[in-house]
């Protein structure tokens, strides 16, 4: 077996040079409880790993222009421990709690869920419908990119060659806003997600709904935002005929794969009921935000 370095910076420009010395044969190192299996199983052989859970500004979860911005480095439990995050985005927060055991959201992080690009994975749905927008470094310097925008496919991201997701951004919320995540799994816990699907609105003071974002997960070969389903809720006092249109317009969306979790037609119609259960609970948690 061929050597593998290993470093820890400290700064992100130091991340970002290590990254673009490596000829791409560098990985970035969170977690690393979806790197260290694929390295194991051979699927990834880096010439170097680049561990960047020392670098403060990845690591910390601060309040931001009226919204939240973490680290993308930060880890999971950090995130769902932290209460004025988890009461602005209990949806955000129910998705990351289900990410693995306890002990894996002590090293498992949001920006390597996101990263992996697996299509089922649970923060993306969540982060998508709540109009996350990721602040990523690279040789080219600073951009941002919504969410929706850095997965392509399995295992593969948007992002150029040594660049790194430093954070995460949630935009404020108005007044009488929920979100929810749900998801599918033939076991309770430590599975992946069949379907997921994450819904955020918000209503105006007669209960009428002003702005919704509608995602799914692992029903395509990516998480998809979709817009359709949210068009169902907007207007509306998401009363049973909207959130009809909203399971139809979910549904609708689906390219799944069928595999021994489930069939294509079986995700299809999971995607409907899942994506109308989380608005009825986005809508509940909206109510009480009154
Ligand atoms: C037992 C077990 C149960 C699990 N259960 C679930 C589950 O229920 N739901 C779920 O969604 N996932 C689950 N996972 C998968 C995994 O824990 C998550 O995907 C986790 O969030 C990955 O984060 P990490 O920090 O460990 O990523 P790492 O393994 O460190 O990295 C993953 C990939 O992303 C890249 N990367 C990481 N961070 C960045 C960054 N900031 N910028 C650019 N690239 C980056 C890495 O190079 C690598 O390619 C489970 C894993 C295990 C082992």
């Known amino acids: 077996m061929s050597e593998i370095l290993y470093e820890a910076p400290k700064t992100l420009e130091a991340a970002v040079a290590l990254l673009a010395g490596a000829g791409g044969q560098a990985r970035v190192l969170a977690g690393g409880t979806d790197l260290l299996i694929q390295m194991r199983a051979g699927r990834v052989v880096p010439g170097l790993l680049v561990d960047i859970k020392g670098i403060v500004e990845m690591t910390t979860i601060v309040a931001e222009n009226g919204g939240f911005r973490f680290g993308a480095a930060a880890s999971c439990m950090e995130l769902v421990e932290h209460q004025a995050f988890a009461r602005e985005w209990p949806g955000v927060t129910d998705a990351v709690k289900l990410i693995g055991s306890v002990q894996v959201k002590g090293r498992a992080t949001v920006g390597g869920n996101l990263c992996n690009a697996s299509p089922a994975a649970d923060s993306v749905p969540a982060l998508i419908a709540a109009g996350a927008v990721a602040r ?3 040789p080219g310097g600073t951009r941002e990119a919504r969410v929706e925008d850095i997965p392509a496919g399995p295992g593969r991201t948007t992002l150029a060659d040594g660049e790194i997701v430093v954070s995460l951004f949630l935009p404020p919320r108005p007044a009488r806003s929920g979100d929810a995540y749900l998801r599918f799994t033939p076991r309770t816990e430590m599975d992946i997600a069949v379907v997921g699907a994450g819904v955020n609105l918000t209503l105006d003071e007669t209960g009428v709904c002003t702005h919704a974002r509608v995602s799914l997960g692992a029903v395509a070969e990516r998480a998809l935002l979709v817009p359709e389903a949210a068009a169902a809720l ?11 249109r909203l399971a139809a317009a979910a549904s609708a969306a689906c390219r799944p794969i069928a595999d021994k979790r489930g069939t294509r ?8 009921v899942l994506a109308r259960r989380a608005a009825g609970i986005a809508l509940d948690r909206a109510r009480r935000k009154g």
């Open 136 to 138: 990523i470094v690279g």
């Open 234 to 244: 907007i207007g509306s006092k998401v009363d049973e005929g909207a959130l009809g």
């Open 265 to 272: 037609e079986f995700r299809v119609e999971v995607a409907g």
